[in-house]
């Protein structure tokens, strides 16, 4: 594979190679190069030195703070760290009670729901013309692109945003993600264009820091209780890593986690559900009450009806159990009224959230209308995606470019992507469509499989081709006589 180096990187290439580690400082790189915003951010920030901008830049105030909010959100997912955790027990006669804390884990089944209603079933697909679209889909299948798509899908979600790193190994075109909770762009203040990028992280006591410019990738570490110094550097063909953000009103370089739009909700649910849930318990068992003389020594009891038929009583006293009343129609009203709020602001369907998957007797139209939020924000996510994958397709032309493999520009722009939420539908209502407007000529085969969910597209596609099928799906009267 031939790649496209200045003279200045081939010497680093080669010093790699030869002596394991290029000791000159990037910055000395930067200043022969001929990409200069990032040299003179650096400059005007930091007085030019490289490795004062590096750690800086992750410990910004305004960094660590967004960091924290990824990191709260994991917490949150991933060790049941809720707000009802941190209810204090309440005292009665004098000794402590445990009180009830009920986790409610709605959080992850939104964030599951988000990412399968757009790609779990159907993964994206590639259109336009055949022959950008044919070597794409190379690229993407050896590549395994559709896991790369759920994963950066899942960041999305959870993290309102994600991180893609396009490399080439072996002539091969991969991807992988960088965890956002380690991930640093460095954005120009005036342009908003990102000049490089950091992913830092802390393991075994020691700090790594991986930099990435539009041609080199540096490794620092202090690895061996140490400076901070260079330990490994390589040329970069395939620039900086995708930024896949959600809007976010108050930085529009990071996005906006759509978790904490309804986690207070959920919080209120697990709060009225835990003391709803002490309140039954305690209607249930009362308060013993004891008017009168007694005539035996019996204590009442601390806990519960035990014991209390062991006492006597002079004739003027009286022994009962007090219990508040319990208003379980309120309880329902309050707790409905939230679990409904939830699934608005989520964009989750009702009928979902409230555990039923089964819709009968419904036409397609208000299925539509149940699932009416949700198709808006599977667009809203479907566009976030658009938005990366021209950048990583973009990546890949200029490396398939390097290997011999060209496009002309009108024939790469026609490249779209295809997206296919997963909603509930009558298939057989949908072929009887797809039969109509094959009769009238007016969509082709590989439209018509795009909307098939059941088959795999591209391998229909080329069974069709192999067959000599190209102009039509299931007609009798094809030359081939197959059917």
């Known amino acids: 594979m031939m790649i496209r180096l200045s003279v200045v990187h081939w010497l680093i290439w080669l010093k790699t190679k030869t002596s394991g580690i290029y000791k000159a400082d990037i910055f000395s790189v930067l200043e022969r190069d001929d990409k200069v915003e990032l040299q003179e951010y650096i400059r005007n920030r930091y007085d030019g030195q490289f490795k004062k901008f590096m750690q800086e830049e992750v410990n910004s105030v305004p960094a660590q703070q967004h960091i924290r909010e990824i990191v709260d959100i ?154 901070i110094r260079l330990i490994e550097q390589r040329p970069n063909n395939t620039g900086l890593p995708i930024h896949y953000k959600t809007e976010n009103e108050m930085d529009s370089t990071r996005g906006h986690a759509e978790i904490n739009d309804f986690i207070d909700i959920i919080d209120s649910m697990e709060h009225l559900l835990s003391k709803a849930v002490d309140g039954y318990y305690r209607h249930i068992m009362g308060t013993p009450v004891l008017t009168g003389q007694s005539l035996t020594n019996a204590e009442l009891p601390k806990h519960g009806a035990a014991g209390a038929h062991g006492l006597r009583l002079d004739d003027d006293g009286d022994f009962k159990y007090v219990t508040n009343p319990f208003d379980h129609q309120a309880f329902k009203e309050l707790y409905g009224t939230l679990k409904n709020a939830l699934g608005d602001i989520a964009s989750m369907p009702n009928v979902l959230l409230n555990g039923s998957s089964t819709i009968s007797n419904v036409g397609d139209v208000a299925i539509e209308s149940i699932f009416y939020l949700s198709l808006i924000k599977a667009n809203m996510n479907s566009k976030i995606l658009t938005d990366g994958f021209e950048q990583r397709i973009e990546k890949m032309r200029n490396v398939l470019a390097m290997q011999g493999i060209e496009f002309s520009d009108d024939d790469f722009e026609e490249t779209n992507f295809v997206f296919s939420p997963d909603m509930p539908k009558d298939d057989s209502q949908m072929i009887e469509n797809i039969e109509k407007l094959k009769e009238i000529g007016v969509i082709s085969t590989e439209s018509a499989l795009d909307n098939v969910s059941f088959l795999d597209k591209v391998s229909e596609m080329e069974r069709l081709a192999s067959q000599g099928a190209d102009d039509g799906v299931g007609n009798t009267d094809d030359d081939n006589g197959d059917g």
């Open 74 to 227: 994991k917490e949150y997912l991933g060790k049941n760290q809720h707000k009802i955790n941190t209810r204090p027990n309440e005292m009665f006669n004098g000794k402590q009670i445990e009180v009830e804390r009920v986790t409610l884990n709605y959080a992850k089944q939104i964030i599951n729901f988000s990412v399968n209603f757009l790609l779990g079933k159907n993964p994206v697909q590639l259109a336009g013309k055949e022959n950008v679209i044919n070597e794409l889909n190379k690229v993407y299948k050896k590549g395994k692109y559709h896991k790369i798509d759920y994963r950066v899908l899942s960041d999305i979600v959870r993290y309102g945003e994600s991180f893609e790193y396009v490399y080439v190994k072996d002539g091969n075109i991969f991807s992988q993600t960088i965890d956002p909770s380690e991930a640093y762009p460095v954005y120009d203040p005036e342009t908003n264009e990102m000049l490089s990028f950091v992913q830092y992280y802390h393991s075994d006591y020691t700090d790594y820091y991986i930099v990435f410019t539009d041609d080199i990738v540096a490794k620092y570490s202090n690895i061996g209780g140490e400076d």
